[in-house]
């Protein structure tokens, strides 16, 4: 049975012979396999049905299917799209044996319902027009042959192209803060709520001369901005996107941030005179305004008792204000706080006033309660009015110095801000006497105080005032110092404590004697011996020269690059037989320069710091080297003949009597080899190469004996010389080249002889005329 898509197919059971015999087999003893191949495509044979295991492979059995609809095909493709248009383009499905007439293109039209056709046709592409803008429009597609129409393809959703969003309206301002703003805004008119909208919002700083900044990007109708400066007004704009592009700016609006809190006024101060029942108060607006005006000022006023409460004075915008129906001679304390649209300030620090006092009553005659001590004596007396109209009675404790006092250099009288009273009346009271008051001066005398020259390093001098006697006269002092170590002097206000250990801290006080006993220790200073003079340091040379010797003494720096406390004086014996001194100051080397050679010199040296100046060292002895010779010129080469060559230079005289011997170098390449070294000033070159470079140089060595011997000292090289072996050709001389040499020679003395009778004839014309000029012009 064959049908479009299916084929029933049967087959016998094989056939065997055995013996000569054909008989068929029961079905259960063999399995098989179908295979079967598509002459349309490939041709390959592919398994459709197995059972087990096949033995052997039946002949080639062809079959037909029929016909039927095409296959579904695959959904349309979006090639292209604009506002209005949407361009589709298929391929075809499996024709199943009759071939593809016809496509059929249906769509919903962009209502979401059902499908209609939209085009009929055999081509494979379609053009849709007349649509509307960002409109989501579903499609699907059919094939159709001569046998029938075959399924729809999956559907599929494509969009037209969209227009930017219209111009949004500008942001609403939600809530203001000091330093944030937040604010809202609406999607555009005419926007379906379908469509996904983004939002941009861009920020001006007025003044800032920045321009818009963006702020905020995203889906959000509403954000806040922080960070802001305080009461500052800030631009806004808004903008829209969509798929399609950005709109136009929304209208600029402008926010602003609220004022902060203003700071604290200045602390009130007085202005003018403080009378008795008023005064009057200022006071400076605060450095930090919040960002806005001061609308008012509060005053407020305490009296200075501990538990009394704030009243409120004063409330305005004025910054001063007079204080009255005030207490005499009370104190307040004052305060200000102020106002702005930002809130309330944080009070002022407080200011203390204290009102005039009134004039206080007469006193009555003081008299004496009790019995006089040596240092003090209590008093008694009334005082009439004051502040209070009633009689008081003081008491009062002075403490005094023990002497005899009269009441009258102390005669008692009321007095207060306000005025003063009577005196009283005069009278004569006696203190004992007592021992004397403590040092209040003690002082160590500096080295330029000091009338005599002391070892500060052993010595110390002290200096200090003579105290209060207390009624009996002072016979002298106890000074401590040390380990509670006690000197008895008299009584001088000066002493010098020697015997003293260098480089010591001690601490020392004093105390008054009379004849009632010792007065207290005064107040103890600290004072430091100085450390005795350094001692000399070692002295030795250690840079040799012909013309200068590099001497070093001690460890330290070759330079001072820090104060160095302890200071050096190099001295150097001069042709005299004198020391001289060569160098003053803090480092460890020093060059004498400008010396002679081969001398030797004489040196000594001494350290000193703040303790004085040590002692010096040893004579030390040091001899400059002999000087080596001075650098010749270039030597000469004279070609004698062919390959051979005479070498001069300049001659140098003795040294001091030391020989002088010279070392010539040649070099053909870069390394020089010695070919002489003798006394002589010219050396034979011969069996030279021709046609080579040559280089040549010399030196002078000095040649002297000593204990260690004999002993050479060489100068540097001179310049090189260059020279080039080249072959001689002799020439013989001509008689005419001779003839034509010596009428040369006759011409130029010819002309010599010209040139020197010119000469001497302008000499005598200028002396004319100089004579001339003299007697006829000048006289």
Same mark, same amino acid.
């Given at each position: 049975? @064959?049908?479009?898509?299916?084929?029933?197919?049967?087959?016998?059971?094989?056939?065997?012979?055995?013996?000569?015999?054909?008989?068929?087999?029961?079905?259960?003893?063999?399995?098989?396999?179908?295979?079967i191949?598509?002459?349309?495509?490939?041709?390959k044979?592919?398994?459709?049905?197995?059972?087990?295991?096949?033995?052997?492979?039946?002949? =080639?059995?062809?079959?037909?299917?029929?016909?039927?609809?095409?296959? +579904?095909?695959?959904?349309?493709?979006? @090639?292209?799209?604009?506002?209005n248009?949407?361009?589709?383009?298929?391929?075809?499905?499996?024709?199943?044996?009759?071939?593809?007439t016809?496509?059929?293109? !249906?769509?919903?039209?962009?209502?979401?319902?059902?499908?209609?056709?939209?085009?009929?046709?055999?081509?494979?592409?379609?053009?849709?027009?007349? #649509?509307?803008?960002?409109?989501?429009?579903?499609?699907?597609?059919?094939? /159709?042959?001569?046998?029938?129409m075959?399924?729809?393809?999956?559907?599929?959703?494509?969009?037209?192209?969209?227009?930017?969003?219209?111009?949004?309206?500008?942001?609403?301002?939600?809530?203001?803060?000091?330093?944030?703003?937040?604010?809202?805004?609406?999607?555009?008119?005419?926007?379906? &709520?379908?469509?996904?909208?983004?939002?941009?919002?861009?920020?001006?700083? !007025?003044?800032?001369?920045?321009?818009?900044?963006?702020?905020?990007?995203?889906?959000?109708?509403? +954000?806040?901005?922080?960070?802001?400066?305080?009461?500052?007004?800030?631009?806004?704009?808004?903008?829209?996107?969509?798929?399609?592009?950005?709109?136009?700016?929304?209208?600029?609006?402008? $926010?602003?941030?609220?004022?902060?809190?203003?700071g604290?006024?200045?602390?009130?101060?007085? /202005?003018g005179?403080?009378?008795?029942?008023s005064?009057?108060?200022?006071?400076?607006?605060?450095?930090?305004?919040g960002g806005?005006?001061?609308?008012?000022?509060? #005053?407020?006023?305490?009296?200075a008792?501990?538990?009394?409460?704030?009243?409120?004075?004063?409330?305005g915008?004025?910054?001063?204000?007079?204080?009255d129906? =005030?207490?005499?001679?009370?104190?307040?304390?004052?305060?200000?706080? +102020?106002?702005?649209?930002?809130g309330?300030?944080?009070?002022?620090?407080?200011?203390?006033?204290?009102? &005039?006092?009134?004039?206080?009553?007469?006193?009555?005659?003081?008299?004496?309660?009790g019995?006089?001590?040596?240092? !003090?004596?209590?008093?008694?007396?009334?005082?009439?009015?004051?502040?209070?109209?009633? $009689?008081?009675?003081?008491?009062?404790?002075?403490?005094?110095?023990?002497?005899?006092l009269?009441?009258?250099?102390?005669? *008692?009288?009321?007095?207060?801000? %306000?005025?003063?009273?009577?005196?009283?009346?005069?009278?004569?009271?006696?203190?004992?006497?007592?021992?004397?008051?403590?040092? %209040?001066?003690?002082?160590?005398?500096?080295?330029?105080?000091?009338?005599?020259?002391?070892?500060?390093?052993?010595c110390?001098?002290?200096?200090?005032?003579?105290?209060?006697?207390?009624g009996?006269?002072?016979?002298?002092?106890?000074?401590?110092?040390?380990?509670?170590? *006690?000197?008895?002097?008299?009584?001088?206000?000066?002493?010098? *404590?020697?015997?003293?250990?260098?480089?010591?801290?001690?601490?020392?006080?004093?105390?008054?004697?009379?004849?009632?006993?010792?007065?207290?220790? &005064?107040? &103890?200073?600290?004072?430091?011996?100085?450390?005795?003079?350094?001692?000399?340091?070692?002295?030795?040379?250690?840079?040799?020269?012909?013309?200068?010797?590099?001497?070093?003494?001690?460890?330290?720096?070759?330079?001072?690059? @820090?104060?160095?406390?302890?200071?050096?004086? =190099?001295?150097? !014996?001069?042709?005299?037989?004198?020391?001289?001194?060569?160098?003053?100051?803090?480092?460890?080397?020093?060059?004498?320069?400008?010396?002679?050679?081969?001398?030797?010199?004489y040196?000594?040296?001494? %350290?000193?710091?703040d303790?004085?100046?040590?002692?010096?060292?040893?004579?030390?002895a040091?001899?400059?080297?002999?000087?080596?010779?001075?650098?010749?010129?270039?030597?000469?080469?004279n070609? #004698?003949?062919?390959?051979?060559?005479?070498?001069?230079?300049?001659p140098?005289?003795?040294?001091k009597?030391?020989?002088?011997?010279?070392?010539l170098?040649?070099?053909a390449?870069?390394?020089?080899?010695?070919?002489? /070294?003798?006394?002589?000033?010219?050396?034979?070159?011969?069996?030279?190469?021709?046609? +080579?470079?040559?280089?040549?140089?010399?030196?002078?060595?000095?040649?002297?004996?000593?204990? %260690?011997?004999?002993?050479?000292?060489y100068?540097?090289?001179?310049?090189?010389?260059?020279?080039?072996?080249?072959?001689?050709? =002799?020439?013989?001389?001509?008689?005419?080249?001779?003839?034509?040499l010596?009428?040369?020679?006759?011409?130029?003395r010819?002309?010599?002889?010209?040139?020197?009778?010119?000469?001497?004839?302008?000499?005598?014309?200028?002396?004319?005329?100089?004579?001339?000029?003299?007697?006829?012009?000048?006289?």
């Amino acid at each position: 049975d @064959i049908q479009a898509r299916s084929a029933v197919l049967s087959w016998n059971l094989p056939v065997s012979s055995q013996n000569g015999e054909s008989h068929s087999h029961s079905p259960a003893a063999f399995t098989f396999e179908v295979a079967i191949s598509n002459s349309g495509k490939n041709g390959k044979f592919k398994s459709v049905y197995v059972s087990s295991i096949k033995e052997s492979i039946s002949e =080639l059995v062809s079959f037909t299917t029929e016909s039927c609809e095409p296959d +579904c095909p695959a959904a349309p493709k979006l @090639i292209n799209r604009t506002k209005n248009s949407l361009s589709l383009q298929w391929k075809s499905s499996n024709d199943n044996g009759s071939k593809i007439t016809n496509f059929l293109l !249906e769509w919903d039209e962009g209502k979401n319902g059902p499908f209609k056709e939209c085009y009929y046709g055999h081509l494979k592409q379609y053009k849709l027009t007349k #649509l509307s803008p960002s409109t989501k429009y579903s499609l699907r597609l059919a094939a /159709k042959n001569d046998i029938g129409m075959s399924g729809f393809s999956e559907t599929v959703t494509y969009y037209t192209a969209g227009i930017v969003p219209p111009a949004p309206s500008p942001p609403v301002l939600i809530e203001a803060g000091v330093t944030w703003l937040s604010v809202k805004w609406s999607p555009p008119n005419g926007v379906s &709520s379908d469509d996904s909208l983004t939002y941009s919002l861009d920020m001006e700083e !007025e003044g800032s001369g920045y321009g818009f900044q963006p702020q905020y990007n995203g889906d959000e109708l509403s +954000c806040t901005l922080r960070n802001l400066r305080r009461s500052t007004s800030y631009k806004f704009r808004l903008f829209a996107y969509n798929s399609e592009g950005k709109s136009s700016p929304s209208e600029v609006v402008e $926010h602003s941030t609220n004022p902060d809190k203003p700071g604290a006024p200045s602390k009130p101060v007085v /202005k003018g005179k403080i009378h008795s029942h008023s005064v009057k108060v200022a006071w400076d607006p605060p450095k930090d305004n919040g960002g806005a005006d001061i609308s008012k000022y509060f #005053l407020e006023i305490s009296e200075a008792s501990v538990g009394s409460k704030w009243d409120t004075i004063y409330s305005g915008s004025q910054r001063e204000h007079v204080c009255d129906h =005030l207490k005499p001679g009370t104190s307040y304390r004052m305060r200000v706080y +102020c106002v702005s649209k930002g809130g309330e300030s944080q009070a002022s620090d407080v200011t203390t006033v204290t009102t &005039s006092a009134v004039p206080p009553g007469p006193c009555l005659a003081p008299c004496l309660a009790g019995r006089a001590k040596p240092k !003090e004596i209590t008093l008694q007396w009334v005082s009439v009015g004051g502040k209070n109209p009633a $009689h008081e009675v003081f008491l009062l404790r002075y403490l005094i110095k023990p002497c005899t006092l009269r009441i009258n250099l102390i005669q *008692l009288l009321a007095v207060n801000v %306000a005025g003063v009273g009577l005196f009283g009346e005069a009278g004569v009271v006696t203190t004992p006497a007592a021992v004397p008051a403590p040092v %209040a001066v003690l002082h160590l005398l500096e080295e330029d105080q000091m009338e005599t020259s002391l070892p500060l390093s052993t010595c110390l001098a002290i200096q200090w005032e003579e105290p209060c006697c207390h009624g009996a006269e002072i016979t002298g002092y106890n000074i401590e110092y040390g380990e509670k170590q *006690l000197v008895t002097v008299g009584k001088n206000t000066s002493h010098v *404590l020697e015997n003293l250990l260098p480089d010591t801290l001690y601490r020392i006080r004093i105390q008054a004697v009379n004849s009632l006993g010792v007065g207290p220790f &005064s107040h &103890s200073i600290k004072a430091k011996t100085k450390p005795l003079p350094p001692d000399p340091p070692h002295l030795e040379c250690v840079v040799f020269s012909y013309q200068s010797l590099k001497l070093k003494w001690g460890e330290g720096p070759s330079r001072a690059l @820090i104060t160095n406390p302890t200071q050096f004086n =190099l001295q150097m !014996e001069d042709r005299f037989g004198r020391f001289v001194t060569v160098y003053n100051g803090p480092c460890h080397t020093y060059k004498v320069q400008r010396l002679s050679e081969s001398t030797t010199y004489y040196f000594k040296i001494q %350290a000193y710091n703040d303790a004085g100046e040590g002692e010096f060292s040893e004579v030390y002895a040091f001899t400059t080297t002999k000087s080596p010779p001075a650098s010749l010129k270039a030597p000469k080469a004279n070609q #004698l003949e062919e390959n051979t060559y005479e070498i001069t230079w300049e001659p140098l005289q003795p040294m001091k009597g030391d020989s002088i011997v010279y070392i010539l170098q040649l070099a053909a390449g870069r390394e020089f080899d010695q070919v002489y /070294k003798g006394p002589e000033t010219s050396f034979r070159l011969t069996s030279l190469q021709t046609n +080579c470079e040559y280089r040549i140089r010399v030196c002078a060595g000095r040649q002297s004996q000593d204990s %260690a011997g004999s002993q050479e000292l060489y100068g540097p090289y001179s310049p090189s010389t260059v020279f080039s072996s080249q072959k001689q050709e =002799l020439v013989p001389p001509s008689a005419d080249l001779t003839t034509e040499l010596a009428e040369t020679k006759k011409t130029l003395r010819e002309e010599r002889f010209i040139a020197i009778v010119l000469l001497c004839g302008f000499a005598v014309v200028a002396i004319l005329f100089a004579v001339v000029i003299q007697y006829f012009v000048i006289k």
